[in-house]
Nanobody
Framework: QVQLAESGGGLVQAGGSLRLSCEAS????????RAWFRQAPGKEREFVSA????????YYSDSVKGRFTISRDNGKNMVFLQMNNLKSEDTAVYYC?????????????????WGQGTQVTVSS
């Protein structure tokens, strides 16, 4: 099973930007869609964005659409999340995962191989 490792989180002021990275432990991950989720304290894990195996298709939650951009580099086994115009409500632990269900899903149970997460804190 592929293992994922997130990085790039940190503390940023509202309106600032961060770029998260997710590295896979093996090249076979390139066959699968990938996604980012986030979980704020006391809240359920929620979908942020997903990208197809070839990077040609993406979808986003309404709360981040227009501010976040997901991308991938299969040659480096990496997926990225560029986050711009960050808001305090974006504060959460961000996780990457492999899409195991149907394209377009936003349900936690349709994703697997979760990483350990990276903390993003946005100060207002």
């Amino acid at each position: 099973q592929v293992q994922l490792a997130e990085s790039g989180g940190g503390l940023v002021q509202a309106g600032g930007s961060l770029r998260l990275s997710c590295e896979a432990s093996e090249g076979t991950y390139g066959r699968y869609g990938r996604a980012w989720f986030r979980q704020a304290p006391g809240k359920e894990r929620e979908f942020v964005s997903a990208i197809s195996w070839n990077g040609l298709r993406t979808y986003y939650s309404d709360s981040v659409k227009g501010r976040f951009t997901i991308s991938r580099d299969n040659g480096k086994n990496m997926v990225f999340l560029q986050m711009n115009n960050l808001k305090s409500e974006d504060t959460a632990v961000y996780y990457c995962a492999v899409l195991q269900g149907g394209w377009g899903s936003r349900e936690v149970e349709d994703f697997g191989s979760w990483g350990q997460g990276t903390q993003v804190t946005v100060s207002s």
